[in-house]
């Protein structure tokens, strides 16, 4: 059975950049959800029941073609939203080693930055944006409703989720300056640690 894992900080620790009620409404409600719906799809298949989520969505095809679609929706789901978690934090610094990766791959910082929401603000409905490692090069990708880069081997460092459940209340349809604000809660630590761990091929999510 997969379950919430704990968000490690209080639901208002992002405030003003993301409200508290959005935060426990994203959790207990959003994210239960995806895991609810992945144990349910789950039932009748006793040996997909030990894999981890990020197993599940990494071969889609390996998956039964009745819950395929479960699997990559909910299983997508529990996995997206249990890096993201981890992926907040506020007022964290990008450290001097890490700053200059990201300047060798982007060029500056601010041209990360740009680039960042430019394909951020270009999805069309609802999904995701990812920093993501690709062939040993680091990338900016947008995948729908809730794929995960994973499943097209990339592995994922780093990702904003772009559902209007994530920003509704606060920003409404100000999802340009939700992108913005977001600068504000990134946790470059965790950002860093994925990316080391990535490299070393011992990346994981859950
Ligand atoms: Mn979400």
């Given at each position: 059975?997969?379950?919430?894992?704990?968000?490690?900080?209080?639901?208002?620790?992002?405030?003003?950049?993301?409200?508290?009620?959005?935060?426990?409404?994203?959790?207990?409600?959003?994210?239960?959800?995806?895991?609810?719906?992945?144990?349910?799809?789950?039932?009748?298949?006793?040996?997909?029941?030990?894999?981890k989520?990020?197993?599940?969505?990494?071969?889609?095809?390996?998956?039964?073609?009745?819950?395929?679609?479960?699997?990559?929706?909910?299983?997508?789901?529990?996995?997206?939203?249990s890096?993201?978690?981890k992926?907040?934090?506020?007022?964290?610094?990008?450290?001097?080693?890490?700053?200059?990766?990201?300047?060798?791959?982007?060029?500056?910082?601010d041209?990360?930055?740009?680039?960042?929401?430019?394909?951020?603000?270009?999805l069309?409905?609802?999904?995701?944006?990812?920093l993501?490692?690709?062939?040993?090069?680091?990338?900016?990708?947008?995948?729908?409703?809730?794929?995960?880069?994973?499943?097209?081997?990339?592995?994922p460092?780093?990702?904003?989720?772009?559902?209007?459940?994530?920003?509704?209340?606060?920003?409404?349809?100000?999802?340009?300056?939700y992108?913005?604000?977001?600068?504000?809660v990134?946790?470059?630590?965790?950002?860093?640690?994925?990316?080391?761990?990535?490299?070393?091929?011992?990346?994981?999510?859950i």
């Amino acid at each position: 059975m997969h379950t919430l894992p704990n968000l490690g900080y209080v639901y208002n620790a992002l405030e003003p950049f993301i409200d508290e009620q959005t935060m426990r409404i994203h959790h207990t409600k959003h994210h239960q959800a995806y895991i609810d719906k992945l144990n349910d799809a789950l039932k009748a298949y006793p040996e997909l029941q030990n894999k981890k989520a990020e197993e599940l969505i990494k071969d889609l095809n390996k998956i039964p073609e009745q819950i395929r679609t479960a699997v990559r929706n909910h299983g997508g789901g529990h996995v997206n939203h249990s890096m993201f978690w981890k992926l907040l934090k506020k007022d964290t610094k990008i450290s001097k080693e890490f700053l200059k990766i990201i300047e060798k791959s982007f060029g500056s910082f601010d041209k990360f930055k740009q680039a960042f929401s430019e394909v951020a603000n270009s999805l069309f409905g609802s999904g995701w944006c990812w920093l993501v490692i690709n062939k040993n090069k680091l990338e900016i990708v947008k995948t729908s409703n809730q794929d995960n880069p994973i499943s097209e081997g990339k592995i994922p460092i780093f990702g904003i989720d772009l559902w209007e459940h994530s920003y509704y209340i606060k920003w409404t349809s100000r999802r340009a300056d939700y992108i913005e604000n977001f600068y504000n809660v990134i946790n470059w630590k965790q950002v860093e640690e994925n990316y080391e761990k990535a490299l070393r091929g011992s990346f994981s999510v859950i």
